[in-house]
């Protein structure tokens, strides 16, 4: 069954650094997302992605924040200069555009920020 | 906005039935989620119901919706070990691409 892979499953980095988190959707899919989720914390939205552009971000997605579909089977999320609040679980998902219900998630980048 | 909420933790026999709840307070959502999220891995959709519905049942899983009072509900029968995980509610509303969701409710099945 296909699944949404994510790279790397952990990342430690120091604070004021740049990082990149690499997703790889499913195939077929059109609509791609990153989520969060602070230790604790619900799971929160940060921004979709459709037809090489942002479709919907939140708050949290900041202009530290940056995303990018640089080929055709990874989709990016660069945090330009790290803060210790930006621990946290990511998520990457996926769906097809006729089945808005059905978001598949991938496992997460556990980032942690000293 | 949406703002969703769940109690955190619930313990079960094996082959007992379990119930989690949510509530949620955006009325104009249209579907409501279960996720599961197994230790070290991703959130996998369980099941979803759209809210002109009162209830869905899937194999072991029902789910049921009261609109009126915004709660949403998830019954497992015959629960087994497999089982054990956080469970996450979500909603989103038409056109809305986004997933609000709750912070989970931990089952620990005991054999």
């Known amino acids: 069954e296909p699944e949404v892979t994510q790279t790397p499953s952990h990342q430690v980095t120091q604070m004021g650094q740049e990082v990149i988190l690499r997703c790889v959707p499913i195939s077929n899919h059109l609509y791609f997302y990153w989520y969060r989720q602070i230790l604790g914390q619900k799971v929160e939205f940060l921004v979709s992605f459709y037809n090489n552009e942002i479709s919907e971000k939140s708050e949290i997605f900041d202009d530290q924040f940056s995303v990018e579909r640089p080929d055709g089977s990874n989709f990016t999320l660069k945090i330009r200069s790290t803060k210790l609040e930006d621990s946290a679980m990511y998520f990457c998902?996926?769906?097809?555009?006729?089945?808005?219900?059905?978001?598949?998630f991938g496992p997460g980048t556990r980032l942690t920020v000293t | 906005g949406e703002d969703v909420e769940q109690s955190l933790f619930l313990s079960v026999r094996e082959g007992d039935s379990s119930v989690i709840n949510c509530t949620y307070t955006?009325?104009?959502?249209?579907?409501l989620y279960w996720y599961k999220q197994e230790p070290g891995a991703g959130l996998q959709l369980l099941t979803y119901i759209f809210s002109n519905m009162d209830m869905k049942q899937d194999q072991r899983l029902t789910v049921l919706l009261n609109k009126k009072d915004k709660h949403l509900s998830l019954r497992i029968a015959d629960t087994q070990t497999g089982d054990s995980a956080i469970y996450f509610c979500?909603?989103?509303?038409?056109?809305?691409?986004?997933?609000?969701f709750g912070k989970g409710n931990q089952v620990v099945v005991i054999p």
């Open positions: 955006d009325s104009s959502s249209t579907y």
């Open positions: 979500a909603e989103t509303l038409i056109g809305n691409n986004r997933l609000a």
């Open positions: 998902a996926s769906r097809v555009p006729d089945r808005v219900y059905e978001q598949y």
